[in-house]
């Protein structure tokens, strides 16, 4: 039972324009949420976190946005750009869990 | 910057092959973890170690297991490979704490083929 949920196997974005990544999870445990970003060949790379404190955390052109009520949280690129092409991995923790739960990933795509 | 280092980028091993996966970290972190990456499920832990000879079983341990003689190194035994372990493995480590304040470092992987 995949605790973490990226519905979106893919989502295809023209350069310039906002590019939005979905997870949804169901163990109200999780209280510290991740986003990792992967290109082909190489590891996964931490890209911005959020605490179940917040609802909003926003570095550079990335900002992720969390809803605790409807168990959900989100990734906005903004302006998308050609290098953001990658696959994106949501990642949830429990309170004084020792490991991440992924979900299964969305491939992004920007076009330019 | 923290380097994981995973020593083989490629492997093809045959049915029944007993295959050893290395993994080396350089910044004195305590916790380490193996993960395999399949389409669509995404990563799925196999094994972690939070100290020098502790290990802890994942999500999906049947037909691995693991060895952490020191602290920088964890490696990942398959112990008679089979084909539904054709994979992405990914090693990974990070400090104690939380993911928060330190988030898991990843190798760049090893892409493993049993045929």
């Known amino acids: 039972d995949q605790q973490v949920k990226q519905n979106s196997p893919s989502l295809s974005v023209q350069e310039g324009r906002i590019s939005i990544l979905n997870c949804d999870y169901t163990n109200s445990m999780f209280d510290y949420f991740l986003w990792y970003k992967k290109y082909p060949a190489e590891g996964p790379t931490f890209l911005i976190s959020i605490s179940s404190i917040k609802d909003k955390n926003e570095d550079g052109r990335f900002t992720v946005f969390l809803n605790k009520s409807a168990k959900h949280l989100s990734l906005h690129i903004v302006p998308s750009q050609p290098g953001d092409s990658a696959v994106y991995f949501c990642?949830?923790?429990?309170?004084?869990?020792?490991?991440?739960?992924f979900g299964a990933g969305t491939i992004l795509r920007v076009k330019s | 910057d923290v380097k994981v280092t995973q020593s083989s980028r490629y492997l093809v091993k045959r049915t029944g092959e007993k295959v050893f996966l290395e993994c080396v970290q350089d910044m004195d972190h305590e916790n380490m973890f193996w993960y395999r990456q399949d389409p669509g499920l995404g990563l799925r832990l196999i094994y972690f170690?939070?100290?020098?000879?502790?290990?802890e079983k994942g999500d999906i341990p049947e037909g691995y297991s693991v060895s952490r003689e020191k602290k920088e190194r964890f490696s990942l035994i398959l112990e008679s490979a089979s084909t539904n372990q054709t994979s992405m493995y990914l090693c990974a480590s990070y400090h104690t704490g939380r993911y928060g304040s330190s988030p898991l470092h990843f190798g760049n992987g090893t892409r493993l083929t049993v045929t």
């Open positions: 170690s939070y100290d020098v000879k502790m290990k």
């Open positions: 990642a949830a923790n429990y309170l004084y869990g020792n490991k991440l739960v």
